[in-house]
């Protein structure tokens, strides 16, 4: 047995010392990392191929060739947020981090983590679904993959009998900023910091999330929306669809936030599926510290 599991392996090398070998017939056994399912700005990097660059090209032939043994592909994991440099402290002293990749589908923004100062997400739609409201305004829209994503959420949903429409979905920096501060004029600082975030750390900001009612239009991002035949059916299915239940009940202490039932996050399938199944939050998912009050 083990005689011929080693003998195309000695094969192999006899091959390659005969025909000389070169950097480029060494890396065609790379593993094809394209169907991982992970979003590109989340893969490993692969290792580099070895040449040895200070070696000139008539004294390559006789360095010892490396074994033609295929890389094994590595396990699909993203990695979390990477802060960047500019950390920052809010008013209330609190310190936070800015994420250095928010493009990321898979991006953690919570009270800790922002977004870079206006940031703006590219490919911003308007996805094919009914919203509470008709008017063709920035809240309909969603980056380019949430919003495919969403409207075969409700295709399926309406599959089921049920019928689904959009609440608000894309927020702006600027209009995040007045919603806050319309918040904070109403209720006071410390109570709209638990329904909503300062500029710069709402999800809304990323275009990858969306809050979403049943079809009477009834308990629109309100609490009442939990006690729907449509929430239930979102947190049965809705990571079928790479979305997940974002701020679940129960976690605010992780989530720093309320139990949203409409509040929906596209992180892509990969995630919802293993989030959904193990029941996490996406802080706890990638270890994040708690966010506190
Ligand atoms: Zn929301």
């Not at 000139?56 to 440099?85: F, G, R, Y």
């Not at 892509?268 to 199944?277: D, F, P």
């Amino acid at each position: 047995m083990r005689y011929i599991l080693t003998l195309p392996i000695y094969i192999v090398i006899l091959i390659v010392l005969l025909s000389g070998c070169t950097g480029d017939n060494m890396v065609i056994n790379e593993p094809n990392h394209e169907d991982t399912g992970i979003p590109n700005e989340h893969a490993p990097v692969p290792d580099e191929p070895s040449v040895d660059t200070t070696v000139p090209p008539e004294q390559q032939e006789v360095t010892t060739p490396t074994p033609v043994v295929p890389e094994q592909p590595k396990e699909e994991i993203p990695e979390p947020n990477k802060p960047a440099e500019n950390d920052k402290t809010l008013d209330n002293g609190e310190s936070v981090q800015v994420i250095a990749e928010p493009e990321a589908i898979t991006v953690l923004v919570n009270k800790q983590f922002s977004l870079p100062m206006n940031y703006k997400p590219a490919e911003l739609v308007y996805p094919n679904i009914n919203f509470i409201f008709s008017e063709m305004i920035d809240k309909r829209k969603l980056r380019k993959v949430a919003a495919e994503a969403v409207e075969m959420m409700f295709a399926g949903a309406a599959e089921d009998q049920i019928t689904l429409l959009g609440v608000s979905a894309y927020r702006s920096n600027a209009t995040q900023k007045a919603l806050f501060e319309r918040y904070v004029k109403r209720d006071g600082e410390a109570e709209a910091r638990t329904f909503s975030a300062v500029p710069g750390h709402s999800e809304h900001e990323t275009g990858l999330a969306i809050d979403v009612t049943g079809g009477d239009g009834k308990c629109a991002a309100v609490d009442c929306f939990g006690d729907t035949k449509e929430a239930a059916w979102l947190a049965e299915h809705a990571a079928e669809y790479g979305f997940i239940i974002r701020y679940p009940e129960g976690k605010q202490d992780i989530t720093g936030y309320k139990y949203e039932p409409w509040h929906l996050r596209y992180v892509g399938t990969t995630l919802s599926l293993e989030i959904a199944e193990k029941g996490l939050t996406l802080e706890e998912y990638y270890n994040a510290v708690p966010v506190s009050q």
